[in-house]
C-alpha cells in the first residue's frame, strides 16, 4: 500500500483544522448523550409501558432491559421502485435480532420523494427541503431513548444524506445503514437517451418515450444509472457505514437477504454494553468525509453531493467547502464510467469488480483513508470484500485484484482521465460546480452570449421555437433554496443536448440543481450566492457574454466593471403555489448557500 496522497493528506489536515472547535463541540456532545441523555434505564415505569405495548413476543426481553433493542427507521414506501423492497425487512429484522437475543422496532417512518417522478414538475420544488423533513424524522423516531442501536433503511437523492444527519445528531448510537439494492439492469443506457433526445426534436411521440422509460425504469430496486441514488451507497461504503459489498446486490435475492441478517448480528456486537463500541459520530469523522469525496470524484459520481456533503459533514461538527472538493479533484483519478458517464450500469459495474475493486485500489493507490473506524473490520480495508452465500453460511471473499472490465472500471494507475472531474469555477458571478467527466475536453471552455431565463419551462419553450439555435450559454436563474428549493433542472438535458449535436457551442449557468445524470452538455451549477438575496446572477442581461472555463476555473461575465456594479438586480418571480410548495415557506426564508448545504435547519441550529 502506497502512503497517502499529500494532497489528500494536505486536504484532510484543512478540515481537520477548520473543523476543530465544531468538532469537539460535538463530540462532547455525543459523550454527554451517552452518559446522562434519554435511554431506557433512565425512562419512567409510565414511558417503558408505552414503549413496550404492542411489541408482543419480545415484550419480556425488552421489559428484561438486558439485550440491545434494534431502532428501524425506514423509508419505505411502494410506489417507489427503490424503497418497495424495505416493506418486509422490518419483520425479517426483527427474526434476525433474535436469533442473537436482541429485539428490535420500527422506530419510524421518514418521507421518501423521487426525483425522477417529481422532475421537471412542481413537486421538484419540495426535493431538497425533504432531505431535512426526513432529518427530522428520524429524529423524532430516535428521540424516545427506546433503542441502544439503529438500523436506516433508505438509498435515494435526499433519502440517505437526510437519515445520516439525522441518525448524527444521536451519534452515541451504534447504526448502520442498510441498503436493498438495484433493479436488474433494462434498456440500454444509450438507446433510452437516444429516445429521450428524438422526443426532444419531436421525431417520437409521448407513446414510444413512456415505452422506453418504462423498458429502463422496469421493476423493484434503484435506478441503474450512476446518479444521486447510486453515489449515496458508494459514499456509504467508502465511509465504512454499509456492511462489506451491501450496496449493489441486487433486491429479492438470497445474497440480499443474507447481508441484511449480517448487519442485524453485526450491529448487536458494537453496542455501548461491549468491548467493540462502534458510535456514528466517531465513525462519521473527518478522514470518513474526505473519503466519500475521494470516492465520488473517482467514480464520477452525483454532483448533488457538493451540497448533501458539506450538510451531513456539518451535522457531525465537520466543516468541508467545495475548495475542497476542488483540490481533491485535481489530485484523484477518475477509474469508473458507468451511465451517463459511460455504457454500462451499476449492474455492469458491481460484475466488473464494483465497490470492493474501488476501495483496495484506492487505499493500494494512497487515495482513500485506511485507518478509519467502521462498523466491521478493523480497518476500511476489510470492506474491500465481496459477500458470497456458502451453503446457507454468507462468507465474504477479497476484492479482485484485477477489473473484469477495462472499459468501465480501472486502476488509478491507468485511469480515464487523470482528474476526478468535479471543479469549483469562480468569477464574478460567484462559485459554482462543474462537473468535467462526462463533458468532451473540447467543451471545457465556453465563451459566448448569455440568454436568460427564470423558468425552466421558457426554455423549453425557447428551445422548440428554434430561438436558441446558435452558440449560447443558457442562464437559468432564481431556482436556488431560498428562491424555489432548488429543484433538479435535469429537464433541461435533453433539449441542450440537441443543441450541442448540431454543433453549438452550449452550456448552462444556474444556481439551480443538477443531477449525477446530467451527461455531456458544459454546466456550471448550484450557483452561489443565488439570485434571491443580491447573488450576482441576477444582474446578467440577455447578450451579455459570459466566460464558463473548467480548466482554468473561471465563471466571469464579460462586462464593463462600471455597468457590471451599476446594473440592478433583477426581480425574482414570486413563489409558486399548490402542491404544497407553501407549507416549505420557512425552509426557503431560512436555507443558507449551497456551499453550506442550503440548509434552514442547520442553519437554525447553529451547527
Known sequence: MADLHPEIAAVTERVVARSRDT????????EREREAGVHRPMLACGNLAHGFAASGEDKKAIVAGKAMNIGIVTAYNDMLSAHQPYGRYPDQI?????????????????????????????GMELSLFSRDTIAMSAAVGLSHGMFEGALLLGICDKIVPGLLIGALRFGHLPMILVPAGPMP????????????????????????LLESESASYHGAGTCTFYGTANSNQMMMDVMGLHMPGASFINPGTKLRQAVTRGAVHRLTEIGWGGNDYRPVGRCVDEKAIVNAIVGLLATGGSTNHAIHLPAMARAAGIIVDWEDFDRLSAAVPLIARVYPNGAGDVNHFHAAGGMSYVISSLIDAGMLHDDILTVSGASLRDHARDPKLSGEDLVYEDAVADSLDATMLRKPATPFQPDGGMRLVKGNLGRATFKTSAVDASRRTIEAPARVFSDQDDVIAAFKAGELEKDVIVVVRFQGPRANGMPELHKLTPPLGVLQDRGFKVALVTDGRMSGASGKVPAAIHLSPEGVGGGPIGRIRDGDVIRLSAEEGVLEALVDPAEWDAREDAHAPPPGLGTGRELFAFMRHGADGAEQGASAMLAAAGL
Do not use: H
Open 23 to 30: 468538532r469537539r463541540a460535538y463530540l462532547d456532545l455525543i
Open 185 to 208: 439492469s433494462g434498456l440500454a443506457n444509450k438507446e433510452k437517451q437516444r429516445i429521450r433526445q428524438l422526443y426532444a426534436e419531436g421525431k417520437v411521440g409521448r407513446a414510444e
Open 94 to 122: 426483527k427474526v434476525f435480532a433474535r436469533e442473537v437475543g436482541a429485539t428490535a422496532q420500527v422506530a419510524g417512518g421518514t418521507p421518501a420523494m423521487c426525483d425522477g417522478v417529481t422532475q421537471g414538475q412542481r
